[in-house]
């Protein structure tokens, strides 16, 4: 069927839906999520209007390790019983057969993702919500760095210690593999951060990509729903926090942190030093030292932007997004942000 979003094979799909996922019935309907370069997220309606999200790695060729789609389902279902708003889990299928690989399905959320400030000026026309929002940003990543990995299930997610020294072997390995251009600022940034690595004084779930880009809001100045948990893993939690402020812009400074249009640069958020201090009153962790990881995210991010930028370039994906130029000088603003920290 032409109305069928590429990624789907509705026959298939609607099939192991209706044997595996209780309440639903066909013929069903889907629609694909816009949003990332990453993994594919649709909503789906079954023949009762019943709405679901499926969630899917992207189409075309994939890191060997990347886009772990049971992974991704088993973090969410930890969290459910947690204050963490997440989605339910509604079921997994392993099979590549089915749909070509494998999938999750989840409830759907009713919110808005806040991908920038033009979408947070229609959904937050005035401050008091907005401030409430930020605050509730802090509050829910205190809540989940509280989260005890092992009371949870998932003290088994990955190692604890040296999580930074590992993050940045990894994406170092994988720039060297796939940057498509000589950045200089990476190199410089990457023996810098190395030489000055900070002992790692806690160990939590690390979303690994947390940001009002990943969250489903509510009109009242809630988060709904945290998403995209695909880089979750066990770590050092500040790594969140600097992560966080990067995409945090104030008013006065819209689009200074080359991480495309901060949702928070319309203004009426909380400051970054505000962000800082309600998520340290929560958690008791020192946060003295977060600019050595807002540089290494600044880093990281920049090389994880490369190897999506990579695919297109290679022809692994199936279509070129007309940002693609854009995405390209992504990965220099963000390096050359990093070394100004670094400096």
């Not at 790594?239 to 990067?246: M, P």
């Amino acid at each position: 069927m032409s109305d069928v979003p590429a990624g789907i094979a509705l026959a298939p799909v609607s099939e192991w839906l209706e044997a595996n996922v209780a309440g639903l019935r066909g013929p069903f309907t889907f629609a694909r999520i816009a949003g990332g370069h990453s993994n594919i997220t649709y909503r789906g309606e079954d023949a009762s209007g019943s709405a679901f999200v499926l969630r899917r790695p992207p189409l075309g060729e994939v890191l060997a390790t990347a886009h772990d789609m049971a992974r991704e389902h088993r973090v969410i279902s930890a969290f459910v019983p947690t204050p963490v708003p997440v989605p339910e889990t509604l079921g997994l299928c392993e099979d590549p057969a089915v749909n070509g690989a494998p999938f999750y399905v989840m409830s759907y959320v009713e919110g808005t993702v806040l991908h920038d400030a033009t979408i947070a000026g229609v959904a937050f026309p005035g401050g008091p919500e907005r401030y409430a929002l930020g605050m509730h940003v802090a509050e829910v990543l205190a809540d989940l760095h509280g989260a005890d990995p092992d009371e949870i299930g998932l003290g088994d997610l990955g190692r604890r210690e040296d999580y930074v020294g590992r993050q940045l072997r990894r994406w170092k390995k994988q720039w060297d593999a796939h940057h498509q251009r000589e950045i200089p600022d990476m190199d410089f940034v990457f023996e810098r951060l190395v030489g000055s690595i900070p002992e790692q004084r806690h160990s939590t779930v690390v979303h690994g990509d947390y940001r009002l880009g990943n969250m489903l809001a509510t009109p009242a100045g809630r988060i709904a729903g945290v998403l995209d948990w695909e880089l979750c893993t066990l770590g050092d939690p500040l790594a969140d926090l600097g992560y966080l402020l990067n995409t945090w812009s104030s008013a006065d400074e819209p689009g200074v942190e080359g991480v495309g249009d901060s949702p928070t640069a319309i203004g009426g958020f909380p400051s970054r030093d505000e962000l800082t201090e309600s998520y340290a009153t929560a958690t008791g962790y020192d946060v003295e030292g977060i600019e050595w990881y807002r540089a290494f995210q600044y880093w990281r991010l920049a090389a994880i932007v490369e190897g999506v930028y990579a695919r297109y370039v290679l022809g692994a994906m199936p279509s070129v997004p007309d940002d693609l130029e854009e995405l390209g000088a992504r990965v220099f603003a963000l390096a050359a942000m990093a070394r100004v920290l670094v400096d």
